[in-house]
T-cell receptor, first 116, second 115 residues
Framework: AQKVTQAQTEISVVEKEDVTLDCVYE???????LFWYKQPPSGELVFLIR??????QNEISGRYSWNFQKSTSSFNFTITASQVVDSAVYFC?????????????FGEGTQLTVNP | DAGVIQSPRHEVTEMGQEVTLRCKPI?????LFWYRQTMMRGLELLIY????????DSGMPEDRFSAKMPNASFSTLKIQPSEPRDSAVYFC?????????????FGAGSRLTVL
């Protein structure tokens, strides 16, 4: 079975602080993909990033960075110099090639509030 | 591209009524997914289609729920009869299914309230 755990239900920071959202996953697939989606207050789900299980290079995109560590089954997401517009629910998700095809299993989400 | 289009955006109905939610996937995508989001259960997959064929409907709660995809550009999720516990946001998503390339693009969601 596949499982994604986001232990942090809510995080509150002050603007310009750095914040890291944790994600731990479980899968028996040897090939799998990890995702982060953002759900702003308007409600839509916005794709942020996808990584495959064979690529453990960290990735940076502007103020966003992702740390993938297979050894600890984690795929953490860091926002540097947070802004109020970053306030949203962030979901980590997993798709396993062998067991789930294209289906995404989502974590419970982390509500991030960035205060001015 | 207009993205994944869902309708209605909001629906309020009374218990026992039939509800039909509609989805138009992104042109060229060959996989379509229906997800439901609630506070208690988070985001859960109800059903997904590949090339208009239902592949896995194990997430459909019960026989009151049914989904169809008559062609590549349209899908419906029907609840009959509806119950208050069906109140949720229902998301449709589509993707281009090939090995490794399964980024789902979500619609804006349909918020259903059953009184």
């Amino acid at each position: 079975a596949q499982k994604v755990t986001q232990a942090q239900t809510e995080i509150s920071v002050v603007e310009k602080e750095d914040v890291t959202l944790d994600c731990v996953y479980e899968t028996r697939d040897t090939t799998y993909y990890l995702f982060w989606y953002k759900q702003p207050p308007s409600g839509e789900l916005v794709f942020l990033i996808r990584r495959n299980s064979f690529d453990e290079q960290n990735e940076i995109s502007g103020r966003y960075s992702w740390n993938f560590q297979k050894s600890t089954s984690s795929f953490n997401f860091t926002i540097t110099a947070s802004q109020v517009v970053d306030s949203a629910v962030y979901f980590c998700a997993l798709s396993g090639e062998e067991t789930s095809g294209s289906r995404l299993t989502f974590g419970e989400g982390t509500q991030l509030t960035v205060n001015p | 591209d207009a993205g994944v289009i869902q309708s209605p955006r909001h629906e309020v109905t009374e218990m026992g009524q039939e509800v039909t939610l509609r989805c138009k996937p992104i042109s060229g995508h060959n996989s379509l997914f229906w997800y439901r989001q609630t506070m208690m259960r988070g985001l859960e997959l109800l059903i997904y289609f590949n090339n208009n064929v239902p592949i896995d409907d194990s997430g459909m709660p019960e026989d009151r729920f049914s989904a169809k995809m008559p062609n590549a550009s349209f899908s419906t999720l029907k609840i009959q009869p509806s119950e208050p516990r069906d109140s949720a946001v229902y998301f449709c998503a589509s993707s281009w299914r090939r090995a490794g390339a399964n980024v789902l693009t979500f619609g804006a969601g349909s918020r259903l309230t059953v009184l």
